[in-house]
């Protein structure tokens, strides 16, 4: 014996819907519109039997029959033996019934309305919305078609006319469409970021039909609507590193006599605290505090802090879609003294094509402002090699230059950038992006044009291990030649002479991240990055490897934080 509407009502739920409501079709048509098909009932004994066998909802017993006797040009029929398809999840059976009666000439609001459904259940949007809005001009079994005209329009990305065709259709026959309209006027106010709304209907579903799996679903929307809008949060990261080239040290430059070397270990620390401050419809308001630092064991005169604000305010614009404005202030010290101060604006459209894809358009600009200058270089007779004027001057450059002014990094810059996040499946994530970078310091020395890519990948690998690798590569064009002259130019007592070829940078860096979740606050990671900066300018041309073990816990939510 079929199962009764009552009967699927109840235990079959929405699974596996996150973006479209397909799958929930097979229980709702068991609706059957058992009023109507009482009311079509004719005197033929098999054919009276069959159509009252629909309207109990028998549709198990009555396929047989209605699969393997000619139905002739009988409407009724037809219209039962593809409502019976429906119900029993066989929507391309129920098609071909609907096609075989239009091809006799038969048609009705009824056989629409099926149409409607099994198009639907199929997942071609466009033709079940046609289907159904032939069945709405002769007002066949408005609350049911209502309710598939509201599935239909959330699978199209158009939440509120969804809503409205959910409510009317649970104001037309709750008993026959609850708790399914709610559930779905939930998830489609949510997508219009009406989260008080969302959460009233939702909770209605909850406590109007508990212990179901749609209660269960909509308790699982709620906690989503939850994360989405986080609470205040905490997360804390302690660590232990490895840098084997910590003053960045360029090729064949020799180290100053006060600085012991360039490889040394550090502590590295980092605490982030961030909240939802504000929430209004479709509009959110946060902010993060971020503050980093390191304590080296031995270069202590590169021991550094820095404290890191962020506002951000988000709009919605649409189901998948939401943009973001966000302001950046931060501040540097270096060995205690100030180092950097810097300000940043940034804005962040970002579009989630299905649950399996997403991409960020990204374009700001920033300030920045170093709180040190570099010391003029006493000037030569402007002759490479020649001895230099004062003869206490340990070395002289070129006439005319001021390295003071000339490397003077204050400047301001502007970025543009894309970045395209995918899922491959088997728990593998990947992503890859552009962004140029233009940055107009005051001095010559630092003005440049950047072009960078990026690639990456995380993998889920067994015992909640998951290892992370990404890789930059970026081209930075300075627009003049640089003021540093090139290591073996250096003579004691001489003038050094400096390239006439413009200042030249390729940059790689690679990291490898390996992390293991302990709980749900817990995270330990090993890290390695790699960097290798080619430069025509042996002073900005190096190599270094960072080695590190980490510690990382998490307090509340942090999603929905600063990009």
Known sequence: MSRTWTELRNTDGPKGLRRSPRNLCAPLIALALVSTAAEMAAA?????????????????????????????????????????????????????????????GLGSPELALQEGIAQFQLGDLLAAEGALAVAAEGDASPAERLLYQGLVALGLRRPEEATHAFDAARQLDPIHVEPVASFYAGRARAEMGQEAEARVALERVQREWPGSSWAEQAGRTLEALDAEQPGPWLVLELGGEYDDNAVLRGAGVRLPEEIQGQQDTRFSWRAQTGANLWNSGPWALGGMLDISGQIHDDLSEFDNTEPLLTLWLDRSLGVDTLARF????????????????????????????????????????????????DDDVPDGPGRPGAACLDPNDIVCSPRGIDESRARNRDGQGSWIGALHEFQLGAGVDAWGGYRFHRYSARGQEYTFDSHGWEIGMRV??????????????????????????????????????????????????????????????????????????RSNVSVFDYRRDQFGGFVILALGSVEGGAS
């Open 460 to 533: 889920a690998l067994p015992a909640r291990f998951d290892l992370e690798a990404s890789g930059r590569y970026a081209l930075r064009h300075y627009r003049h030649p640089s003021t540093f002259p090139e290591p073996d130019a250096l003579i004691a007592g001489l003038q050094y002479g400096l390239s006439s070829s413009d200042h030249r940078e390729r940059m790689l860096q690679t990291r490898l991240v390996l992390g293991r979740a302990l709980g749900r606050r817990l995270r330990i990671e090993a890290r390695w990055l790699h960097e290798r900066v």
């Open 44 to 104: 033929a004994p098999d054919r009276e039997r069959l159509l009252a066998w629909v309207a109990e909802g028998r549709c198990g017993a009555a396929l047989p029959d209605l699969r393997s006797a000619s139905l002739g040009a009988d409407l009724e029929l037809w219209w039962a033996r593809a409502l019976c398809e429906n119900a029993e999840g066989n929507p391309g059976a129920a098609l071909e019934a609907v096609r075989t009666a239009s091809a006799l």
């Open 326 to 373: 966000e302001l950046t202030t931060s501040y540097a010290w270096v060995d205690g003294d100030p180092f950097r101060s810097a300000n940043a604006a940034a804005f962040t459209l970002h579009h989630a094509w299905s649950e399996r894809s997403a991409t960020s358009l990204r374009v700001g600009m920033h300030r920045d402002d170093y709180r040190f200058s």
